[in-house]
């Protein structure tokens, strides 16, 4: 029994961290020509997991707005953003990492979230305020996750 | 309304008709009244079963509210001893065309008035009554009633003199982003109107059906929870129910939808 509650306990401390990058733990980074040439957690992310996270309504929830066909078992894709089909082949590495953490450096007036900023932002609901809605991990994970889509 | 993030987990299950009317064939349908230039009412993005109970006297779920509106009229409440019906007689005659012209300029307040506050106004000084609580189902049959007076009539707001000031407050709030996902009422409902997000059809989010009776809840909401609903779904930190910012925005909100018709009790998913 002592196991599954520690197994129990570990599980929800990995959900509240998810996302939950607070302001004085944002890893810092570099924009060089409209793009982030490196990771922001220094590793490579996880393609399978950043499926994940751009799926999930509660994360990334890409699909609200953008279409994949590879995900087209997936119901309901959004029409306010682009087909995200070929995006690797449209774009670098760095140019879709800046893109995920910070649409409105690219263009000021998207409505597209900045997934990875807690600055500049007006009457945040307080269980949000100074945390970025993925963290630096599920940023790149996404990233990785777009870079298979050719 | 929780969040935005959650809020569209909920599939609208006649999604399909929603497609096939609201926006692909936006352009080449008649919309008669609920068309004005290029403004829509949020009736011409909903699916033809919730259009047919709208218009539908007998199957608009929200007409009960509207009956039950019609019995506080009549009801004594207060010290005074008053009804509504007591200085204003009959609705159909009285009441006509307030749905279609507030939120109005209060010259003894100085700021807008929308229905709900005329109402508290009333019960507090004519009546000697309590104030009916915002979302009560008091207040919602009373304004849902006092709406319905107006049915059809076009919505015509006075934005210029003295409401001129507050109603460029509103259209700032309007433009302004907010929120986690850091965007304005406008990035949705001016610039995506039509766009699926998710499940779910953006609308112009015009007020000229309020109190509407969503399908969601199974019952009416005001204008000021749906603003708030929106607020939340950005993850922003909503205003309180008549808040001078929402009453403001409510003026703006409403002038965007100038020439619709008053459809209170409007239905919607």
Redesign the interface.
Do not use: H, P, Y
């Given at each position: 029994m002592p196991k599954t509650k520690t197994l129990v306990s570990a599980f929800a401390a990995i959900l509240l961290m998810a996302g939950t990058a607070s302001a004085d733990e944002l890893a810092k980074y570099d924009v060089v020509d409209m793009a982030i040439p490196t990771s922001l957690t220094g590793k490579a992310g996880d393609a399978a997991a950043g499926e994940k996270v751009f799926i999930n309504r509660k994360l990334g929830n890409c699909l609200a707005c953008h279409q994949v066909t590879a995900l087209k078992a997936q119901p309901f894709h959004g029409l306010i953003g682009p087909t995200l089909d070929g995006v690797a082949e449209r774009y670098n590495e760095g140019q879709l990492r800046l893109q995920v953490v910070n649409a409105k450096a690219i263009n000021p007036d998207t409505i597209m979230p900045a997934f990875y900023r807690t600055e500049g932002l007006h009457r945040v609901l307080k269980k949000f305020d100074g945390k970025t809605m993925l963290s630096a991990e599920q940023v790149e994970d996404v990233v990785a996750y777009l870079k298979t889509l050719k | 309304m929780k969040f935005?993030?959650?809020d569209?987990?909920l599939?609208v299950a006649t999604?399909s008709v929603a497609v096939g009317v609201g926006a692909s064939s936006a352009n080449a349908a008649d919309w008669g009244p609920y068309q004005v230039e290029d403004r829509r009412s949020g009736y011409t993005y909903m699916t033809d079963e919730s259009r047919a109970m709208q218009v539908d006297t007998f199957q608009n779920p929200g007409m009960l509210w509207v009956e039950e509106g019609a019995d506080l009229w009549t009801t004594v409440d207060g010290k005074a001893g008053k009804s509504c019906s007591t200085c204003h007689g009959d609705a159909a005659e009285s009441m006509k065309g307030i749905g279609a012209r507030y939120p109005v300029v209060d010259e003894g307040m100085g700021k807008l008035k929308n229905v709900e506050q005329q109402i508290n106004s009333c019960r507090g000084k004519n009546m000697e009554a309590a104030p009916y609580k915002w979302e009560s189902k008091e207040m919602l049959s009373l304004t849902s009633y006092v709406n319905h007076q107006s049915l059809g009539l076009p919505v015509s707001v006075k934005v210029d003199g003295a409401a001129a000031p507050f109603f460029e407050k509103g259209k700032a709030f309007y433009y302004?982003?907010?929120?986690?996902?850091?965007?304005s009422c406008s990035?949705?409902h001016e610039?995506?109107a039509g766009?699926?997000?998710?499940?779910n059809i953006l609308s112009e989010g015009q007020i000229n059906g309020f109190p509407t009776y969503r399908l969601k809840w199974q019952k009416p909401g005001s204008t000021h929870r749906r603003f708030r609903g929106c607020?939340?779904q950005v993850?922003?930190?909503p205003f309180g129910y008549g808040s001078d910012e929402y009453v403001n925005l409510e003026l703006y909100v409403k002038w965007r939808g100038r020439g619709l018709p008053v459809e209170t009790p409007a239905v919607r998913n």
């Open positions: - | 935005f993030w959650r569209i987990t599939a999604l302004e982003r907010r929120g986690q996902l850091d965007m990035q949705c610039d995506n766009n699926m997000v998710r499940a607020n939340k993850r922003s930190t």
